[in-house]
């Protein structure tokens, strides 16, 4: 048998930005909590219950207590509901949810034309229980016996997704999944499936493709379309977690023994250049011709400390951009790059593992 797990918002549901205003407004209206930092991709755990912890510790210096969290969560729902009465389009699905999800519940031949098995369903959100069914319901899907996880069983998003798979497990009476699918949207999103080893299939964002998700669609209006790329997803590559920087041997032995490293287009532009495994070459043609003494940083983009944006350059590609100091224990591993003889970058074979 075969699990497909959904996240909700941004994936089934166009609920992001009224979640993130009344999460916000929770925070405000029952602890006087303002000035929260909204770019979620900077705390430890992308989760409703592990930003909340980053919050309290940051603007209280300490832990939520049980009755503060009942309180956060019902406040949260509150707001919810009352933005849900002033505007329903705040809430509506991701275009061809509800039909997907109809077939996958109801269509007894699904299984039969895409594979030999019969796949399931189940949701995993980094939202708490509460606001993630009403939202559901709010957008008019339906979800009457299908399991959830949810911020309420973990704290982080790979283990809300572990907690999926075992609760599907013990609904359906399955010893173990053929496959596992997760569907969903963020970069958060990829990571864990990644951790996890999974399969993975991202909705909208065609920016996933640059942190390791194979298959990104618009959305689910192509049903037909929908279930094939769900019985052909595959885990995220391992170059998910790479990224790649070009400099001077000389600059960086100096940045070992101040602790950090800083390329000169951080003063100049705010950031430093970096690239993907496929971009590598085109960046060493371009710009270091002819230099000598360069090596070739293999950066862990999850240990970053500074933030990365992936941005268009100008031959129209997407390069991610290290807007910060570089950490010296994000960089993993260090290799000699210069041209040969004839004038040729060759790609490095550590280059050529990553895949």
């Known amino acids: 048998m075969q699990l497909v797990i959904f996240d909700i918002d941004g994936t089934l549901t166009n609920t992001y930005k009224v979640d993130e205003d009344c999460f916000k407004r929770a925070f405000a209206l029952e602890f006087g909590i303002f000035g929260i930092n909204p770019n979620w991709t900077e705390y430890a755990y992308t989760t409703d219950s592990g930003i909340t912890q980053e919050i309290f510790k940051e603007k209280l210096e300490r ?112 010893e173990k999944f053929q496959k596992v699918v997760f569907v969903g949207d963020g970069v958060w999103d990829v990571k864990a499936a990644y951790r996890l080893s999974i399969s993975f299939v991202g909705i909208g964002n065609n920016k996933l493709i640059n942190v390791g998700a194979t298959k990104v669609i618009k959305d689910f209006t192509n049903l037909e379309d929908f279930l094939k790329i769900l019985q052909d997803a595959a885990i995220p590559r391992l170059s998910m977690n790479t990224i790649l920087h070009i400099t001077k041997r000389q600059q960086w032995e100096d940045a070992k023994i101040l602790g950090s490293y800083r390329a000169d287009s951080l003063e100049s532009e705010g950031f430093i250049h970096c690239s993907k495994s496929t971009q590598i070459l085109k960046v060493a043609k371009r710009f270091f011709d002819n230099q000598k003494e360069l090596v070739l940083l293999f950066i862990d983009s999850e240990k970053v400390q500074a933030e990365i944006r992936y941005e268009e350059a100008e031959i129209d590609e997407l390069f991610p951009h290290i807007y910060g100091k570089l950490n010296i224990d994000a960089v993993y591993q260090v290799v000699d790059f210069e041209a040969g003889e004839d004038g040729l970058f060759e790609l490095p074979q550590e280059v050529i593992n990553l895949g």
């Open 63 to 174: 832990l939520p207590l049980d009755e503060e969290l009942v309180r956060l969560k019902a406040r949260f729902v509150s707001l919810l509901q009352e933005a849900f009465i002033n505007n329903q389009d705040l809430f509506s699905e991701i275009p061809g949810a509800a039909n997907v999800l109809a077939k996958l519940q109801l269509d007894p031949d699904w299984c039969v034309a895409m594979s030999n098995d019969k796949p399931l369903r189940v949701y995993a959100t980094g939202g708490w229980r509460e606001s993630a069914k009403l939202k559901l319901q709010k957008a008019n899907l339906e979800i009457e016996g299908i399991p959830l996880a949810s911020a309420n069983d973990a704290l982080s998003r790979k283990d809300i997704i572990k907690a999926a798979i075992i609760k599907a497990e013990n609904v359906y009476q399955v």
